[in-house]
């Protein structure tokens, strides 16, 4: 099955020894967030609370996701996220080699334009293996980053008020579409 052109099942098996937990510590904050279009129903935009798969899989979820990301300048995350996805799909060795260095660019090195916040261990050996890329070459700051959005970012998103305004949203207009007398 194929979330948005990603691969469930690669992205399950890539996840499925992963650690993450969710919190709730973080406060909410108020941020005034564009209106989107709505697509989905009412249903998919409550299961997207299920998990960050599911918003990571439906692209209203992500785009929900992203500008929620934005307000609390982390996008970075989930841009790295899926740049790895759309890596992970890469046939071509030089292809391979060129988007493995501009994930390492944009993403990975010392300053890097929407550098993500990974562990020494994890950089350093992207870091000494990019010169010879492999499409798991990523793999583990992945991993890191998906868990950081899972337990962290994702939390606070179902608690935000994007997310809280698509729900109205989707349950007004779907309230209207079955009592058209209101």
Not at 1 to 9: F, L, P, Q, T
Not at 47 to 67: I, M, P, Q, Y
Not at 125 to 148: G, H, K, M, V, W
Request: charged residues 25%; hydrophobic residues 35%; proline residues 3%.
């Amino acid at each position: 099955m194929e979330w948005n052109g990603i691969n469930r099942g690669q992205v399950l098996r890539s996840i499925n020894t992963l650690n993450c937990w969710e919190t709730s510590a973080h406060p909410l904050e108020s941020v005034s967030f564009p209106h989107f279009v709505l697509r989905s129903n009412a249903g998919e935009t409550m299961a997207w609370s299920e998990s960050v798969d599911t918003v990571l899989s439906n692209k209203e979820g992500l785009a929900a996701f992203r500008t929620f990301l934005k307000s609390e300048f982390s996008e970075e995350n989930v841009e790295f996220w899926l740049a790895c996805e759309d890596f992970k799909k890469t046939k071509s060795s030089t292809k391979i080699a060129l988007k493995a260095q501009k994930i390492y660019s944009d993403f990975i090195q010392a300053d890097a334009p929407k550098e993500i916040n990974i562990d020494f261990h994890t950089k350093n050996d992207i870091s000494q293996n990019i010169s010879e890329p492999t499409l798991r070459c990523f793999d583990a700051a992945q991993s890191s980053i998906y868990c950081l959005m899972a337990k962290d970012s994702f939390p606070r998103f179902l608690r935000s008020e994007v997310y809280k305004e698509l729900v109205k949203k989707h349950q007004d207009r779907n309230q209207k579409r079955w009592l058209p007398f209101l």
